[in-house]
Nanobody, 124 residues
């Protein structure tokens, strides 16, 4: 069993930065892939970024401009991070952390565990 708790969300102006954290409990954290998803009002939850257990392989969603967001993980701290730079109003959403024995990082249904989400609001 893995429990995930996100933090670091908030309100920021366009062009600003935020760093989201997802703290995981459970001894199997280091063996799981981790992902960040987001859901804006009235829209489906979408993949933002994912990272495999080793931390060496990452993948980013098409909706996220490469170079703006960076996912990383610290297995010793059982925490995964999402550094978000050059934020835009369209990045406004609830951001969710997820974990699982995932083969395809993009596939939402492969993730077994989900956090409660943290709100990110970007104003113009």
């Amino acid at each position: 069993q893995v429990q995930l708790v996100e933090s670091g969300g908030g309100s920021v102006q366009a062009g600003g930065s935020l760093r989201l954290s997802c703290a995981a409990s459970g001894r199997t954290f280091s063996s799981y892939a981790m992902g960040w998803f987001r859901q804006a009002p009235g829209k489906e939850r979408e993949f933002v970024a994912g990272i495999y257990w080793s931390g060496r392989t990452t993948y980013y969603g098409d909706s996220v401009v490469k170079g703006r967001f960076t996912i990383s993980r610290d297995n010793a701290k059982t925490t995964v991070y999402l550094q978000m730079n050059s934020l835009k109003p369209e990045d406004t959403a609830v951001y969710f952390c997820a974990a699982g024995a995932v083969r395809d990082l993009v596939r939402l249904r492969e993730y077994e565990y989900w956090g409660q989400g943290t709100q990110v609001t970007v104003s113009s």
